[in-house]
T-cell receptor, first 110, second 115 residues
């Protein structure tokens, strides 16, 4: 599966949109982009996934560039409870597995 | 559904003892993953099952680790003998089917401390 690159940490003001970037320049045509987050030491929580179209659900929006080499997770109105480590995962070619990188530690500031 | 259920939530054991971690899949799910998380190595995939059959165990660190699925809804991860370096949080996760398009749901983890 393609490797992903994320900034190690980001801050966001409470109530503002949090935009978390992810680079996956070696992604291939049938690989999906998944986002998970992990709050403190809880189990990772699924957020959203997509192939090439932008996706939105009750938690977030996923914007994938036209060339699919990068994506952005958007939390439209960040709250303190959104403070977590966010993982971008590319999944597809080698099977059903999820391989986690180091993620982005998002801190929402009051 | 109660989600993926792991037990125990915390386990403290002495070096050399056998440890068994348990995981109950979400009803209807047929793929299972075991992960280990440490500060140094992050989230590592240990083993992946589909329809009770181990598909990829390349992440299992050594022969002291073994995992089974005695039935479609339950799995165990056993460490025998345990060592201090096995101290970590162990997560299991399940998916509805073997597909790139289905998300995995994680349990709350078992925090293992080997002293």
């Amino acid at each position: 599966d393609a490797k992903t690159t994320q900034p190690p940490s980001m801050d966001c003001a409470e109530g503002r949109a949090a935009n978390l970037p992810c680079n996956h320049s070696t992604i291939s045509g049938n690989e999906y982009v998944y986002w998970y987050r992990q709050i403190h030491s809880q189990g990772p929580q699924y957020i959203i996934h997509g192939l090439k179209n932008n996706e939105t659900n009750e938690m977030a929006s996923l914007i994938i560039t036209e060339d699919r080499k990068s994506s952005t997770l958007i939390l439209p109105h960040a709250t303190l409870r959104d403070t977590a480590v966010y993982y971008c995962i590319v999944r597809g070619n080698t099977g059903n597995q999820f391989y986690f990188g180091t993620g982005t530690s998002l801190t929402v500031i009051p | 559904d109660a989600g993926v259920i792991q037990s125990p939530r915390h386990e403290v054991t002495e070096m050399g003892q056998e440890v068994t971690l348990r995981c109950k899949l979400i009803s209807g799910h047929n793929s299972l993953f075991w992960y280990r998380q440490t500060m140094m190595r992050g989230l590592e995939l240990l083993i992946y099952f589909n329809n009770n059959v181990p598909i990829d165990d390349s992440g299992m660190p050594e022969d002291r680790f073994s995992a089974k699925m005695p039935n479609a809804s339950f799995s165990t991860l056993k460490i025998q003998p345990s060592e201090p370096r096995d101290s970590a949080v162990y997560f299991c996760a399940s998916t509805l089917r073997q597909s790139r398009t289905t998300e995995a749901f994680f349990g709350q983890g078992t925090r293992l401390t080997v002293v």
